[in-house]
């Protein structure tokens, strides 16, 4: 294949993944393209959440839209506490936002200088990589040509490679934005998760549990979703929209004005990491940078794109490099082996939340929460180290009750495989 147009690094996609890493080569002033099946103004499908001081870390609070100082989550009645009153709030003292989705795409696009980048739009469809240079052509038959090529397709891309995996846990969610005959959550208030199941029988208790996330929009607008954390098979989008459906009921709550259904949102919680020995590289959901245990990615992105950009800027300027050790160097600052072992952790934790019964499920989130409010926010955030996160994890243990404490000692399917990744001493590739 002969190439029409050359650059330093091609970036396939243009969701939350392909801009931010885009941007961070720019940054780099590398000379960048980007391929996407989409213009990379149209707007994102979804709206996504971050807690606060992630942005306020990052000096970025500008980019919400909206900012939750009331957060709480409603796990009824604990085993270790009876007197925990059903309807008592867990105070989350972190506050949550919601991306300007807008805001967001445009922070990303307008730190891509037009000099050092060039959008193209056409769908990647075949890709040949070679010693120092790779080629990717698009459906239409154009031909772009890199030193690197960096596949941010989402969770199915294009070009990467995944290890597979026999069940993948899906995290799936109905949603309603609206006005109701009452408000369904406190005025100001953020819920991150509402496990409460007094409105379903005891049949219904036994089936795997879901948790209402909802917040107040403001103007009597309010954003309600049942949610289910992680299953294989997938909870079904009928099961969900029925709990949401009981939920309200049983609490005299109707929906007086629909503004917008979220229907049929699926996200892989546990992929494994992809082949990080592959020519090219991953960025994003393609790469599985998803935390397992919430299945937040956009701070991940934010924080980690800048250290990704720097390792592939310095082997690209490295005279001779090829294809294959730019990638390499990538992945290794994308995936770094204390990165590896905690990702390993969060999946072993979403393996055993899956396989939790609804009451012990209550219980690990009464324990969870009732860490001190750094060491939890640090595990939803991936902003621990390693030996903070076994800290944590050994105190939360310790904290909970027996019912979660045995739930957390046997092990069942992947288990063993993914706590020996966790503790064998694993070193950067
Ligand atoms: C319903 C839902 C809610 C979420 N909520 C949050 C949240 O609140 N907070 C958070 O941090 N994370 C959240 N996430 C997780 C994560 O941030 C998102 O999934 C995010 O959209 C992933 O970004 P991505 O760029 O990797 O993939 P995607 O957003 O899927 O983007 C993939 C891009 O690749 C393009 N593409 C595909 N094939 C080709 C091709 N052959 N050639 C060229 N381009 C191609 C697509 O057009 C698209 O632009 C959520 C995920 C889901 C599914």
């Known amino acids: 294949m002969t190439s029409k147009t050359s650059c330093d690094v091609l970036v396939l996609g243009a969701g939350p993944g392909a801009l931010a890493i885009a941007a961070a080569m720019c940054q780099e002033n590398l000379r960048v ?23 306020d870390d990052l000096g970025l609070a500008h980019l919400l839209e909206h900012r939750w100082v009331d957060t709480v989550s409603f796990f009824g009645a604990g085993a270790l506490e009876p007197e925990h009153a059903e309807n008592k709030a867990t105070s989350h003292q972190y506050d949550y936002g919601l991306f300007d ?10 730190q891509c200088d037009d000099s050092k980048v060039k959008w193209n739009i056409g769908k990647a469809d075949q890709l040949n990589v070679n010693h ?31 290890i597979s995996e026999s069940s ?87 929906i007086t004005s ?24 991953g960025f994003g959901g393609s790469a599985s940078m998803v935390h397992p245990a919430s299945g937040y990615m956009v701070g991940g992105l934010l924080r980690r794109a800048p250290i990704v950009a ?65 060491q939890w926010y640090g595990f939803l955030t991936n902003t621990l180290t390693v030996p903070e996160l076994v800290k944590a994890m050994m105190k939360m243990f310790a904290n909970a009750p027996w019912s979660v404490r045995w739930g957390l000692m046997g092990m069942q399917g992947r288990e063993i495989q993914l706590l020996w990744k966790f503790l064998k001493p694993v070193k950067d590739t």
């Open 33 to 55: 393209s980007v391929l996407s099946a989409n213009d990379p103004r149209e707007p994102w499908p979804y709206t996504y959440g971050i807690w606060g001081k992630e942005v």
């Open 310 to 374: 720097k390792a592939v800027a310095i082997a690209i300027n490295k005279e001779g490099t090829t294809s294959a050790e730019i990638a390499a160097a990538g992945w290794k600052a994308l995936w770094p082996a204390d990165l590896r072992r905690k990702q390993a952790l969060y999946q072993f934790g979403l393996e055993k939340l899956m396989r939790f019964k609804e009451n012990q499920l209550r219980d690990f989130f009464i324990s969870f929460f009732g860490l001190p409010s750094n």
């Open 132 to 162: 120092k240079i790779s080629i990717v052509k698009t459906k239409g038959g154009e031909l772009i040509s890199s030193r690197l090529v960096v596949d941010a397709t989402g969770y199915e891309p294009v070009f990467l490679k995944s």
């Open 258 to 281: 629909l503004e917008h259904e979220e229907l049929g949102l699926f996200l892989p919680m546990n992929k494994p990491l992809p082949d990080l020995t592959q020519p090219i590289l």
């Open 168 to 254: 993948i846990a899906i995290q799936t969610c109905y949603g309603v934005v609206g006005k109701f005959n009452r408000p369904p959550v406190e005025k100001g208030q953020f819920v991150l998760m509402d496990y409460r199941c007094d409105h379903l029988d005891h049949t219904e208790r036994s089936q795997p549990p879901s948790f209402l996330y909802a917040m107040d929009m403001g103007n009597n607008r309010f954003f309600l979703e049942e949610t289910s954390l992680g299953l294989a098979p997938p909870m079904s989008m009928e099961m969900l929209k029925a709990r949401l459906g009981r939920r309200l009921k049983h609490r005299g709550l109707e």
């Open 101 to 110: 989705k807008r805001r967001l795409q445009s922070h990303w696009i307008n």
